[in-house]
Structures are given as structure tokens and as C-alpha cells.
């Protein structure tokens, strides 16, 4: 079947899957994007023979002459008797963590997105870890999840290579299974098929097989889909040379890049900030043309509210917007990073670029809002210089926290 979503990013994932194939005993389900379309009859006859996800993976090969992989995803089935001893993480175990990381990975250099993550898993649970000679020596993590992330979660879990075979990885993700279901969420594995310890532990834990999943990723076309520093399925994968980060008006240079984002934005769901990335017309009921949505930022700039791309090379990331006059409970800027670039560090960097725009248009001291609950956005702005005025409601009754940043 043709998908959609088979032509982004999925939220997690550093590449797009062209072509997806999820195997079980008595059925082979098999998705695809457009680079797939001009090869779809060469599939179809050479598909009909395959029984199982080897089969596939040959077929897929052969056609495309690039390697698939083949994973198994688990769901989760019955709570096993798991030996106790791991711990929360909390957001005070930062440097515990940082050394753990490192010494997991050590050709990482960049780390500046780490500590947004840890908290993040923290606040959720998630970070569960165990000790053996005074130092962190497993934890879980909790890979992006690209649909449902109010209902399941995928387990990630690092060890270090010294302390593997000792029942630590059992430890940390049997309390993480535990807290997952406390909290109503079905926990989810994913390996890769040769990781036979990780087939193994799955298997320890309560997990039984769902299906054999065969995925392949064609050669990108464009720039924006061969991004350094994307979690990777089934643990964080970051690092890597970086291009120079900048903040760019939208032109008509930005037409496919602006679509592919918005497209990932759309698939995600959740609230899109700021608000001028929007492209539905509630008057036309469809979304506008990028030509139009260009006239709609330049009218927006006319009246004083300007928008930027937050760019890497090619790639959109996010955006901001500066308005040069605002109601306090809406502040000077708005701004979001894509889900695909998120817990990086990215929106305190955009943030802290647009501050001299802002500057120059002589606003001192901007003013940056932020819901009461949102704790990420709290610590953006806080670690921007921002200081807290007050509680206040917005038009539609929120609680916001009103930020003052000197410039």
C-alpha cells in the first residue's frame, strides 16, 4: 500500500523509510513512498513468492541494490519476577549520567543537546539506572516514538562493556517496564535480528514477538534527509561535524524544504509554534499554496511581526518569530523545532540568535511567555538570561509564565 509517511521523517528516526515491511506467520503488509512508485510493478511480481522477512529482504535487495535491515519488534505480554536494585534518575544525577555517556560514547564530542534529554527522561520516568562500584553502569533511554507516544514506549538500555553479562540490563529495564505500566503505557522492544543478547533480554523481560519488520532507505535527495546528530531506532545516536547554524527570512529558495517539515510537523500532531508556520486557510478549507504563505509572512512583516527558518545547510530545523509590539501574556517571540530535531539544545541556540535581532529593533527587555506546565520551555528561556516576572492568563484562560530577558 502507498503511504504517506513513508516519504518523511518519522519522529526518532534520522532517515525516512521508502519502503516498509512488517512479517508475520500468515501475513506480509508492505508500505511504500514515491521513490518506490517507478519500481512498484518489478516489486509486485517479484514479491508474490516470499514467505517470511529473509525472503523479503532478498527481493528488496535485489530490486534496489542497497542494503534493508531487518528488526523484530516485541510487544509487551507478562510481568516477569525481575531482580530490584535500579534507580531513578532525577535531574540531579546529571554529571553521573554525563560520565556514563561518555564512556558509552566515547567519540561523541557534542553534547551540548544532553542535558535537555536526561531531563526530559527524568521528568517521565524513564531514565532508570543501575550502580556497581559507585558509578552508573546501565540505563535505559526512551527512543522518539513517531505515533501513539500517549499509549506505548519503546525501552532503549546502554550498558557499559565492562559490566554486561551481570544481570544490569535485566535490572534497569524490568523498573522501567514496571513504571511504564503504572503509568497506563504498554511497553514496546525493537533489535535488530543478529542482536542476539537484546533478542534475549527482550525475552527475559516478558516480551513476545509481534513481527519481523524489513526497512529500507533509498538515496536521499535532498540535503535535508542525510542530517547528522538524529536519534537512530533503538538508542540515541548523536554527534558528528555540524554546519553553521543561522536564521533566515523564507523565501522561495526554502519551497520543498518548508513542505518536507511541515509535512513531518503535520504527521506529528501537537501544537504548531509559532503560529505563522501554519499553511490551512480556514477560509479557503485547504492549505494555501507556499507562494501565498509567503504573501501571508510578508503582510504579517508589513504589520510588524517578522519570521525566520532556523537553519543547518539546506535543512529547516524550526523557526522563530519577532514581534516588534505584543501584549505581555504573548511576549516578543514565538518559536518550535520540528520533532525530528528536538532534545538537541536547538531552541535555547535559536532563541539566543534572535535576541540581537531584537535588540536591534530596539525591544529591551523582551519579553518571552510560556505555559505554566511547560518546564522544556521554562529552562529555554531561563537559560537565555530570562528572568520570572509573574503568572498571568491568556486570551483563552491559560496560565502562562511571563519571562523578562535584558538585551
Known amino acids: 500500500m502507498y503511504s504517506r509517511e513513508r516519504n518523511i521523517v518519522q519522529y526518532g528516526y534520522g532517515s ?53 535491515v531487518v528488526s523484530i519488534k516485541y510487544v509487551f505480554e507478562s510481568m516477569r519476577n525481575i531482580q530490584s536494585g535500579a534507580k531513578a534518575l532525577t ?10 555517556w561518555r564512556k558509552c560514547n566515547p567519540d561523541c564530542r557534542d553534547t551540548k543537546w544532553l542535558k535537555d534529554y536526561i531531563d526530559e527522561m527524568a521528568q517521565n520516568h524513564m531514565c532508570i539506572g543501575v550502580y556497581a562500584d559507585d558509578m552508573l553502569v546501565s540505563c535505559t533511554d526512551a527512543p522518539g516514538m513517531p505515533y501513539m507516544r500517549a499509549q506505548v514506549q519503546e525501552i532503549g538500555i546502554n550498558t557499559l562493556k565492562e559490566y554486561r553479562g551481570k544481570g544490569y540490563a535485566s535490572m534497569a529495564c524490568g523498573s522501567c517496564i514496571q513504571e511504564l505500566v503504572r503509568r497506563h503505557k504498554t511497553p514496546l522492544w525493537s533489535t535488530e535480528a543478529g542482536n542476539q543478547p537484546s533478542r534475549r533480554l527482550a525475552e527475559k523481560l516478558g516480551f513476545s514477538r509481534f513481527a519481523e519488520v524489513v526497512s529500507m532507505t533509498l538515496q536521499a535527495r535532498h540535503p535535508e534527509e542525510m542530517k547528522v546528530g538524529i536519534p537512530q531506532e533503538g538508542g540515541m545516536q548523536k554527534g558528528g561535524r555540524m554546519e553553521e547554524l543561522k536564521l533566515i527570512r523564507p ?28 499553511r490551512y486557510s480556514n ?94 520551555s521554562a529552562k529555554t528561556i531561563r537559560r537565555n538570561g530570562g528572568i520570572y516576572i509573574k503568572d498571568a492568563a491568556d486570551e483563552d484562560g491559560e496560565i502562562v509564565e511571563i519571562y523578562h530577558i535584558p538585551v
Open 16 to 68: 525516512r523509510f521508502d519502503i516498509y515491511a512488517l512479517c508475520q506467520k500468515d501475513r506480509i503488509v508492505i508500505s511504500y513512498g514515491e521513490r518506490i512508485e517507478n519500481s512498484l510493478d518489478t516489486l509486485k511480481s517479484a514479491i508474490g513468492d516470499a514467505t517470511d522477512a529473509e525472503a523479503v529482504r532478498r527481493v528488496f535487495e535485489r530490486i534496489f541494490q542497497r542494503k534493508a
Open 91 to 100: 535531574e540531579e544525577d546529571y554529571r553521573e549520567y554525563e560520565a556514563f
Open 251 to 278: 523565501s522561495m529558495d526554502h519551497r520543498q524544504q518548508y513542505q518536507e517539515m511541515m509535512d513531518e510537523w503535520e504527521s506529528f500532531g501537537g501544537r504548531l509554534n509559532p503560529g505563522a508556520l501554519r
Open 283 to 376: 477560509r479557503q478549507q485547504k492549505n494555501v499554496t507556499y507562494e501565498e504563505w509567503l504573501k501571508w509572512i510578508e503582510d504579517d512583516r508589513r504589520a510588524g511581526q517578522d519570521l525566520y527558518f532556523f537553519m543547518q545547510g539546506t535543512a529547516i530545523l524550526g523557526a522563530i518569530s519577532i514581534r516588534r509590539r505584543c501584549a505581555e501574556v504573548d511576549g516578543h517571540s514565538g518559536y518550535g523545532i520540528r520533532p525530528s530535531q528536538r532534545r538537541k539544545g536547538y531552541a535555547a541556540k535559536m532563541l539566543s540568535m534572535a535576541l540581537p535581532i531584537m535588540k536591534g529593533y530596539g525591544i529591551n527587555p523582551v519579553i518571552i511567555t510560556c505555559a505554566k506546565d511547560n518546564i522544556g
